[in-house]
């Protein structure tokens, strides 16, 4: 990443690396926090932001691991891999959730985006997309930024041995805590989502579907599906980093002959979305009950779990919307991963998994 300020220029703000003195620390102060001192170039001109072009010069060093800037970075990654992702996912899981919630009229992937079709046309494809973008932005901050800093925190409380010993204890317990605070930022835009694409007429997207669901049900009534929410999102999480980082750690270990730190960042990003697709397939099976729970509960105003047992059953609930929802949840999650790791590499860091990057050291 560290490139010649002379030759070659960058658009990424310069508050994302850490400083050229090594340590991202002055006086206590994070170096996220001070300002940055850029230096007019000696042979080309250019003045960095006071040239005529408004860019800023390109990093000299990559950002510091675990720094405030590193969190920053990946919080910024979550809200790229997840949004996005959701959002294009989107006529995929309209379909599953109206299969969830009325299969004797949505019977399968392809009836039922024939129906869809029928109905309200290609536009009807998109319904929701808003709330889902917003939503899943939220969350993709909170899931990717608070897990480097879960796993981070307990490694250090467990310490260098137990924290190599029970590493897949550290990616579950990091996930979870990850999650349970990021689906706080999501089940407000998730109630909204699920009620404005499974009943027909009630909205056409976020900014009239909020004001309705709020005379509703009132403000209590976004947070409804919250704990249905964290049991369908805590296992799914909780699979999908853990899976992620012992998939991947396996695939440099048994199938990639080269070192990780030998590859080329291209091997490295297919990698990442090759364990993230298998990853996602898990994440899908262990999940899919509380996510026909979510869509039932938030598809009907009153509706209890208990209701949704009573008119799923228990292999419904199990297999309803199964097969779309393991497609939709392996590209999901394998496009998340690569995209995560792409803007990682983006602006200087290493990708997720494999050979852990030995920790920065400060220069004296």
């Not at 230096?39 to 405030?68: R, T, Y």
């Not at 024939?114 to 889902?132: A, I």
């Not at 990850?178 to 689906?183: P, T, V």
């Not at 993230?276 to 009907?300: E, K």
């Amino acid at each position: 990443m560290a490139k010649n300020n002379n030759s070659c220029q960058s658009l990424i703000p310069s508050f994302l690396y850490s400083s050229s003195a090594g340590s991202s620390y002055n006086g206590g102060v994070p170096h996220l926090l001070q300002q940055s001192k850029l230096s007019p170039s000696s042979n080309s001109g250019d003045h960095g932001v006071l040239s005529k072009n408004f860019v800023i010069p390109a990093p000299s060093e990559k950002i510091e691991m675990f720094s405030p800037a590193y969190y920053l970075a990946c919080t910024a990654g979550g809200i790229f891999s997840c949004g996005l992702t959701h959002m294009t996912v989107t006529p995929l899981d309209l379909v599953k959730c109206n299969m969830q919630i009325d299969p004797s009229k949505y019977k399968s992937i392809t009836s039922g985006f024939g129906v869809l079709l029928k109905e309200q046309g290609v536009r009807g494809f998109f319904r929701g997309w808003v709330p889902t973008l917003l939503g899943y932005s939220a969350q993709g901050a909170c899931k990717f930024g608070f897990y480097e800093f879960f796993k981070k925190y307990y490694s250090d409380m467990a310490g260098p041995e137990y924290a190599a010993k029970y590493k897949t204890l550290i990616y579950l317990a990091g996930s979870a805590s990850a999650e349970l605070i990021a689906d706080v930022a999501l089940c407000p835009m998730e109630a909204v989502k699920v009620r404005v694409q499974t009943q027909p007429g009630f909205a056409r997207g976020l900014a009239d579907g909020m004001p309705k669901f709020l005379r509703s049900e009132g403000y209590s009534g976004l947070y409804k599906g919250l704990v249905p929410l964290w049991g369908r999102q805590i296992p799914y999480t909780m699979m999908k980093f853990a899976s992620f980082e012992t998939i991947v750690e396996q695939l440099y270990k048994n199938v990639i002959p080269t070192p990780k730190d030998q590859c080329s960042k291209n091997l490295q990003l297919g990698v990442s979305f090759a364990g993230g697709y298998l990853a996602g397939i898990l994440c899908a099976i262990v999940s899919h009950p509380a996510d026909n729970l979510v869509s039932f509960l938030n598809s009907a105003r009153g509706a209890t779990a208990g209701d949704a047992v009573k008119q799923l059953g228990l292999w419904g609930l199990f297999t309803r919307g199964l097969p779309l929802r393991i497609v939709m949840i392996g590209t999901l999650t394998g496009a998340q991963w690569g995209i995560y790791d792409a803007f990682k590499v983006f602006v200087g860091l290493p990708t997720t998994g494999g050979a852990a990057p030995a920790p920065a050291v400060a220069k004296p």
